[in-house]
């Protein structure tokens, strides 16, 4: 009986050993420690060059903040750091953001880069807050890769625009259930237009997007669009084109500093 009892305790206890290696492996407590150098590397070579491209070093005491969006996001990334500096982490996509159809793509290229399970010692954090915008470039007509207005094909219709934006928002709240997302409008085209754009094509687009997002409720909205348009005289950097001056980008800047700052 003796003999017998201590077969089963040795059972019992190897039996516990092997549920809790399996438990801890499937949540992730086995994962590699965080590397700084592994993740500059990694960092350095998949991510653009320029400052709003600079590598980030997570302080673990701040919420992580990731940025999405094109080239518009790209000029207001340093104000938004210089913003919420000691209050976030603040990091931005690699490169810019593109059309709505490359998001999913480009998100998950940066994540199998990046975070582990697949780098070991890459990044080990949940987003806290994900700011993203998409459609200065769905709303672009192009031929060849060339800006081509009068014989360009439109990158995406609203329609395929609107269907792009509903995975997007899916493929964000599954991925990342934690995150409080923000959606932000896309900025004004010129009156006189731009080249390869349209004038009044934002607000076509922001009008579908706002459609979209209505059936996503728990998604905030920051209205960059009508934020900005009153100050284009200002603001864009010379006529028909749709970026802004050192000014412009500064004030966008501190306005998604400010809406990020209300939902941390």
């Known amino acids: 009986m003796k003999l017998e009892r201590r077969k089963f305790l040795k059972y019992v206890g190897a039996t516990s050993i092997y549920i809790g290696v399996s438990s801890c492996a499937s949540t992730g407590f086995f994962r590699r420690k965080y590397d700084e150098g592994v993740c500059r590397e990694a960092w350095g070579k998949l991510a653009n060059k320029g400052e709003a491209f600079a590598y980030v070093n997570p302080d673990?005491?701040?919420?992580?903040?990731?940025?999405?969006?094109?080239?518009?996001?790209?000029?207001?990334?340093?104000?938004?750091?210089?913003?919420?500096?000691?209050?976030?982490?603040?990091?931005?996509?690699?490169?810019?953001?593109?059309?709505?159809?490359?998001?999913?793509?480009?998100?998950?290229?940066?994540?199998?880069?990046?975070?582990?399970?697949?780098?070991?010692?890459?990044w080990d954090f949940d987003w806290?807050?994900?700011?993203?915008?998409?459609?200065?470039?769905?709303?672009?007509?192009?031929?060849?890769?060339?800006?081509?207005?009068?014989?360009?094909?439109?990158?995406?219709?609203?329609?395929?625009?609107?269907?792009?934006?509903?995975?997007?928002?899916?493929?964000?709240?599954?991925?990342y259930p934690k995150a409080k997302l923000i959606f932000a409008t896309t900025t004004a085209v010129p009156d006189e237009g731009a080249n390869g754009r349209v004038a009044g094509d934002s607000v076509k687009y922001n009008k579908a997007a706002l459609?979209?997002?209505?059936?996503?409720?728990?998604?905030?909205?920051?209205?960059?669009?009508?934020?900005?348009?009153?100050?284009?005289?200002?603001?864009?950097?010379?006529?028909?084109?749709?970026?802004?001056?050192?000014?412009?980008?500064?004030?966008?800047?501190?306005e998604v500093a400010k809406i990020i700052a209300e939902n941390l």
């Open 211 to 254: 459609e979209v997002l209505a059936d996503y409720p728990s998604i905030a909205i920051n209205d960059l669009y009508s934020f900005t348009k009153p100050n284009a005289k200002d603001w864009f950097i010379k006529p028909r084109n749709v970026h802004y001056n050192d000014l412009g980008k500064k004030e966008q800047g501190k």
């Open 128 to 175: 806290d807050v994900i700011h993203f915008n998409v459609g200065l470039h769905d709303l672009k007509y192009v031929k060849n890769g060339k800006l081509d207005l009068e014989n360009g094909k439109q990158v995406n219709t609203i329609e395929k625009y609107k269907e792009n934006l509903h995975g997007i928002c899916e493929y964000l709240m599954k991925e």
């Open 60 to 122: 673990k005491k701040l919420p992580n903040v990731f940025i999405y969006g094109d080239s518009i996001s790209i000029g207001y990334t340093p104000t938004v750091r210089t913003e919420l500096e000691g209050k976030a982490n603040v990091f931005r996509f690699h490169k810019n953001g593109q059309s709505s159809n490359k998001f999913i793509p480009f998100m998950e290229k940066m994540k199998t880069t990046m975070f582990q399970p697949y780098l070991k010692g890459g």
